[in-house]
């Protein structure tokens, strides 16, 4: 299994940056993925192919990266996105990574 | 609109199998070329994608569940199954049928069910 490591929290102040890193255990290429859960709900998609917006998804949101090293950036901040932030690659069957809880300083 | 939908039983008994179903609207689960998956989220957040059934009905299992897991379908229904048997405790979590593509990512998901496996 690729295994994906995500930090476990975030805290950031309304109005910032806030940027996650994952890092795969072996080259992914581009098929990493980020998706948003808050409490209840299903995983929404943000990002695809590494840095690919999601429909409708607001421009706050971004992706980079290949390989085994990706970052997910939302800038600025707003009090709708805390939730918890998953990567999850494709390239060999499909795993996630633990999740990134982002939470408000 | 793609929407799915999942039903279940919400508790389950040890040993007993587990059955999920997956109701899909707004697409054919047999246009070429989706996959329809089963993932499932344990109490812990931890995401753990488990296998699916494919446009033209192929199937594919999370090797670490190959021995207990069956994905099935209906087409007349447009709905498909997960079945997972002899469950434990830590088979406690919410069961999530979702959509994807080739390399592509779970582009829309159920609201999911929680199931409990508990006497």
């Known amino acids: 299994d690729i295994v994906l490591t995500q930090s476990p929290a975030l805290a950031v102040s309304l109005g910032q940056r806030a940027t996650i890193s994952c890092r795969a255990s072996?080259?992914?290429?581009?098929?990493m993925h980020w998706y948003q859960q808050k409490s209840g709900q299903q995983p929404k998609l943000l990002i695809y192919g590494a840095s690919n917006l999601a429909s409708g998804v607001p421009a706050r949101f971004s992706g980079s990266g290949s390989g085994t090293d990706f970052t997910f950036t939302i800038d600025p901040v707003e009090a709708d996105d805390i939730a918890t932030y998953y990567c999850?690659?494709?390239?060999?069957?499909?795993?996630f990574g633990a999740g990134t809880k982002l939470e408000l300083k | 609109q793609v929407n799915l939908q999942e039903s279940g039983p919400g508790i389950v008994k040890p040993s007993q199998p587990l059955s999920v179903t997956c109701s899909v609207t707004?697409?054919?689960?047999?246009?070429?070329?989706?996959?329809w998956n089963w993932i499932r989220k344990f109490p812990g957040n931890k995401l753990e994608w488990m296998g699916y059934?494919?446009?033209?009905?192929?199937?594919y299992y999370n090797p670490s569940l190959k021995s207990r897991i069956s994905i099935t379908r209906d087409t007349s229904k447009n709905q498909f199954f997960l079945q997972l048997n002899t469950v434990t405790t830590e088979d406690t979590a919410v069961y999530y049928c979702?959509?994807?593509?080739?390399?592509?990512?779970?582009?829309?998901w159920g609201q999911g069910v929680m199931v409990t496996v508990s006497s």
């Open positions: 979702a959509r994807h593509r080739g390399y592509n990512p779970f582009d829309y």
């Open positions: 059934i494919s446009y033209d009905g192929s199937i």
């Open positions: 999850q690659q494709s390239r060999n069957d499909y795993t």
């Open positions: 072996e080259s992914v290429r581009s098929s």
């Open positions: 707004g697409y054919s689960i047999t246009t070429s070329y989706y996959y």
